[in-house]
Structure formats: structure tokens, C-alpha cells
């Protein structure tokens, strides 16, 4: 499995099914790791679109050297620190009503994860700080390793090591704070 | 929640303002470049013009001494043009002031001309000796120099100065006007 990768070949050599293949298969899963940027669905929604903007314009070299998924994520990455560095400096407020922006979150969890734990374990990862939300999305549900998380978060893999350590002990700390109960073995 | 689709419709939606700016841009690059291209030929073709028409005399790269002389047709007065563009008017009755120095013992028509002097001696205050001393000057330099500037006819005449010194006057016809120069020769 090429995680995307003979898509976006398909794509470069003039196929536009390839961009929606992609599309299709990474939608999704970049909304939710852009939200923990965002902490707002309807902006990461927007993101994701200018993310795959990207893809189509300048056709970016992929060179097979990290896997395709870690790649697309590192791209979304650098497209959601712009768009965030760029809204601080605009002072840009968002109009959409809050209730409308939860309902949109809670409808993509159940459609992308499906499952009920895995749902739970997203509800109290949104409530850690941002970058312990984004390594425990890219390790728990993109199933990244954490030398390709290091990639993707650009931090070195002992740091990265680190990082992944410190926020399960704050994940565990939450999730007892939410009343979750340890299965006895 | 917007559906595959319709992500994929606003980003196609996207992509074309994303183009269309990129194409006004490229054509705004190109107007003001084109604009500027024309305004530095422009300069140029001023800067060469002005600069058109400048006449070193001998010595190669390293001449002060820029006096032409234009003898009118009677030869009685002489209008020198040095190269502060200031213009003196020798009389060729043979007034001098201090600046004379030695006798000119023309070859061949026995006339002492005191104008002579002063531009010799004015040509050379203007060039250092040892600049002399590094270019052979003599009659093959002197000619193939004014055919290069366009000179129709030559002629050379050998002015003893003093001692070891010896000028070239130069009279050469460029375009049907007579032009005078003065020349050291080198030892």
C-alpha cells in the first residue's frame, strides 16, 4: 500500500482522478490533526481545501524518501502554521456560530474514527494543549511511528520521544479526569 | 460538513482566482519591466551621445592635453579651444607672454610662429614626461592614429623645441575641416 503515493504520480502526469483519490482518502483524518491547530472545524476545513490548493498548483516534488501520508501531513503542517501566523497578524474573528462548529466536529469524529473508544479517546485528546493533541493524532490515529511524527512535527526523534511521553502522562491524567476506568486484567 | 464533492468543487473554484491573479500579476511584471527596459535604452543613447564627438589628442589613454586648433583661412588669428572649453585667441603677429619658451626652427619653410609655442608649451604642462616616455611616438604612430579618427589627409611637420625636444605638428583634414595638433615626440 503506497498511502496515496501512485495517486498523486497519476495526478502529476495529468490524471485529476488522482487529486480525488486523495482527496477522499486523507480528507478527513487532516481536518481533525489541523483542528488541534485550529481548534476550529470550519477553519480546518479551509485549510485542508488550500492544503490540496497546493498540491494542484505547484505540484510539489515528492521524492519518496519519508512515506506519501507523512509527506501530505508535513505539507498541512506548514500550510496551518501560515494561516495562523497569518490570521494573528490580520486579527481575523470567526463568524461561524459555535454550536454549528461543534456539531460539524462531532459529525466528522463519528464518520472518520467510527469507533466508540476511539471517539472517547479523541474527545479527551481535545481537551490537552495543541501539541500534545497533534502527536497523539499523528501516533494513535494516523498510526505514524515516531520517527515519522518527528518528520511531520519537525522536532528530532528524541524530542519527539519525549513529547509523545509527556502527553500521554497529561492524556492519562484527562481521561481520569473524564471518569474513564481501567480495565482489570 | 461539506462532502468530498463539494470540497473538491471549491478547491477547483480556488484554483482558478488562484490563476487569474497570477496571470494579471505576470502581466503587471511585464508592463513595468518593458517600461523600465525602454528608459534605461534611453539613457543610454543619451549618456553616448553626449559623449560622442570627444577627441583625445596623443599619448594613448592618458591625454590632458586636448587643444585643437582650427586655423581659419588667412592664418591671421588662431582659436584655440582647451579643454576647460574656455577659448583664447593667439595673434599670429608674434605676441607672447611668459610662457614662452625656446624657438621653434621649423623644417622646410623658415616661418617662426610664437602661437606655436604657447600651445606647445600648454601640451606639455598638460602630460607628464614619463607618460611620454612609455609610447614611441613617431610619424607611424601619429598617422595610424588620425586615420583611425577619420582623418582624410595628414600632414606632419617636425618643430624643434630645445635641446632634445621635438614636436609633432599634426595637420590633418577630417570631414573638409582643418584640425592642428601638437605632439611630443618621444626621446
Known amino acids: ?185 | 460538513m461539506r462532502s468530498y464533492g463539494e470540497t473538491y468543487e471549491r478547491i477547483i473554484a480556488k484554483k482558478s482566482i488562484a490563476e487569474s491573479k497570477i496571470k494579471a500579476r505576470n502581466k503587471r511584471i511585464k508592463k513595468y519591466a518593458t517600461a523600465v527596459s525602454c528608459l534605461c535604452i534611453c539613457f543610454v543613447v543619451v549618456f553616448l551621445i553626449s559623449k560622442a564627438g570627444t577627441y583625445t589628442s596623443a599619448g594613448g589613454s592618458n591625454t590632458a592635453n586636448d587643444l585643437r586648433t582650427e586655423f581659419p583661412a588667412d592664418r591671421s588669428q588662431q582659436t584655440v579651444v582647451t579643454q576647460d572649453n574656455t577659448t583664447k585667441v593667439y595673434e599670429a603677429d608674434g605676441n607672447t607672454d611668459s610662457s614662452v619658451e625656446g624657438q621653434i626652427l621649423p623644417e622646410g619653410n623658415g616661418e617662426s610662429e610664437a602661437y606655436r609655442i604657447r600651445m606647445v608649451n600648454a601640451a606639455m604642462k598638460a602630460l607628464p614626461d614619463e607618460d611620454y616616455d612609455k609610447i614611441k611616438i613617431d610619424e607611424s604612430y601619429i598617422i595610424e592614429k588620425y586615420i583611425k579618427e577619420g582623418a582624410q589627409e595628414i600632414e606632419l611637420c617636425l618643430i624643434h623645441l630645445e635641446g632634445n625636444t621635438f614636436y609633432y605638428e599634426v595637420e590633418i583634414d577630417v570631414e573638409g575641416k582643418k584640425i592642428y595638433d601638437f605632439i611630443k615626440k618621444a626621446k
Not at chain 1, 13 to 33: A, C, N
Not at chain 1, 34 to 53: H, M, P
Not at chain 1, 79 to 102: F, M, N, P, T
Open chain 1, 1 to 185: 500500500m503506497d498511502n496515496g503515493a501512485s495517486s498523486y504520480c497519476r495526478f502529476i502526469s495529468g490524471d485529476e482522478s488522482g487529486i480525488v483519490e486523495l482527496i477522499e482518502l486523507y480528507r478527513d483524518g487532516l481536518i481533525l490533526y489541523i483542528n488541534s491547530f485550529t481548534k476550529n472545524i470550519v477553519e480546518a476545513e479551509d485549510i485542508v481545501e488550500d492544503v490540496f490548493l497546493k498540491l494542484m498548483m505547484r505540484k510539489p516534488h515528492y521524492n519518496g524518501r519519508a512515506s506519501f501520508k507523512t509527506w501530505l501531513y508535513i505539507i498541512a503542517g506548514n500550510v496551518a502554521k501560515d494561516y495562523l501566523r497569518k490570521k494573528s497578524r490580520q486579527g481575523k474573528v470567526c463568524l461561524e456560530d459555535v454550536s454549528e462548529i461543534l456539531e460539524d466536529e462531532t459529525e466528522l469524529e463519528n464518520m472518520y474514527l467510527k469507533e466508540e473508544q476511539k471517539i472517547q479517546l479523541h474527545h479527551s485528546i481535545r481537551k490537552l494543549d495543541s501539541e500534545h493533541q497533534q502527536i497523539l493524532w499523528l501516533i494513535y490515529f494516523e498510526s505514524m511511528s515516531i520517527s515519522e511524527a518527528a518528520s511531520v512535527v519537525r522536532k528530532s526523534v528524541h524530542a519527539t520521544g519525549n513529547l509523545v511521553y509527556k502527553a500521554r502522562k497529561a492524556l492519562k491524567i484527562q481521561l481520569e479526569s473524564d471518569g474513564f476506568v481501567y480495565e482489570k486484567i
